[in-house]
């Protein structure tokens, strides 16, 4: 890990320090692009590593844009109770775990080649590995819980199957080979693995567009818990540096309920935090569009990384 996000001027971006980047809440990716290419600019090479949204058009075209990004479709909450499952899978079998990965997976393929010419029994599935992971409910069983999708021996990728993780206790050796494997990779960010989490939690709950706001209790709009949510990942992962957006409602809304709430946490997670409010239009966009941003920096971080916000 680094201790400080910094300027490198005149250096070339590809001898630059690539610095990770999750985005929440990402949509198609805009607001980490802007960052990414914001900081381009300002001699830092950001990279965004991961990103999270709930709608699945909207995350195939991220895909497409940035293919070395690790894309999950899949809600918030569900996406932070899979880091607290990764990292204790984590635990496990990397870190508490036996270091003979090379010689494990040498066994496995013997094992593979010694079974390939023996038929299995007709409606007998045996799990050849494993190729994803989530969090949730993928089978519609009405209970959410931690799955893993499963490709079985003889079968290809259109018959790969979410299974509950209780329900492969019989495949240590492959939970522990997926695991080992997507550690090194790092398909999911582990707590102090990340650098800057940027992210716009759903905005309708207080949008003045809104008829239905709710402003006696604007947390009982399951959208505005998303600002919780949001949160609780950054709480959780402790990112660098922290940059929220939203419409400037949430200054207003409630006397400013959820504003108040965003900073107050932020603080309460011993962050240095600062808010400000920008008008897209003073930036050659051909429309008015006010915006407020929140950031937020780990108070051992010297807060130059604001610098990339006036850059796009």
């Known amino acids: 890990t680094t201790s400080d996000i910094s300027c490198e001027e005149g250096k070339p971006v590809a001898d630059l320090v690539t610095y990770s980047l999750l985005d929440l809440y990402s949509g198609c990716g805009a607001m980490s692009t802007g960052l990414c290419l914001g900081a381009e600019l300002a001699g830092i090479k950001l990279e965004t590593k991961w990103a999270v949204d709930m709608n699945s058009y909207a995350c195939e075209s991220l895909k497409h844009n940035h293919p070395s990004t690790q894309v999950r479709n899949e809600k918030a909450e569900d996406f932070l109770s899979l880091l607290q499952q990764w990292n204790a899978l984590c635990k496990k079998y990397v870190i508490h775990g036996s270091n003979s990965l090379g010689s494990d997976l040498a066994q496995a393929s013997n094992d593979d080649e010694n079974d390939e010419n023996e038929s299995l029994p007709k409606d007998v ?83 003045g567009f809104n008829r239905f706001r709710k402003p006696d209790n604007p947390l009982m709009d399951e959208k505005n818990k998303q600002l919780v949510v949001f949160m609780d990942i950054v709480n959780y992962l402790r990112p660098k540096y922290v940059l929220m957006e939203n419409v400037v409602d949430i200054l207003k809304f409630a006397d400013g309920f959820l504003g108040r709430y965003a900073l107050s946490r932020l603080v309460a997670m011993n962050y240095q935090a600062r808010l400000g409010m920008m008008v897209a239009g003073c930036y050659g966009l051909p429309q008015f569009r006010m915006r407020a941003f929140i950031w937020g920096a780990l108070p051992s971080m010297v807060c130059v990384f604001s610098v990339l916000i006036f850059t796009l």
């Not at 190729?131 to 893993?148: A, E, S």
């Not at 079985?152 to 209780?166: G, L, N, R, V």
């Not at 800057?196 to 709950?205: A, K, M």
């Open 125 to 207: 599935f045996e799990v050849e590995r494993l190729v994803d992971i989530c969090y949730g409910d993928p089978n519609k069983t009405g209970k959410n819980g931690l799955w893993l999708k499963v490709r079985w021996k003889k079968y290809d990728a259109s018959q790969d199957t979410w299974e509950p993780i209780d329900g492969l206790s019989d495949s240590y050796e492959c939970i522990k080979e997926f695991v080992q494997s997507e550690y090194r990779d790092s398909i999911l960010p582990l707590p102090g693995s990340v650098d800057v989490i940027c992210g716009g939690p759903p905005c309708q709950g207080v949008s």
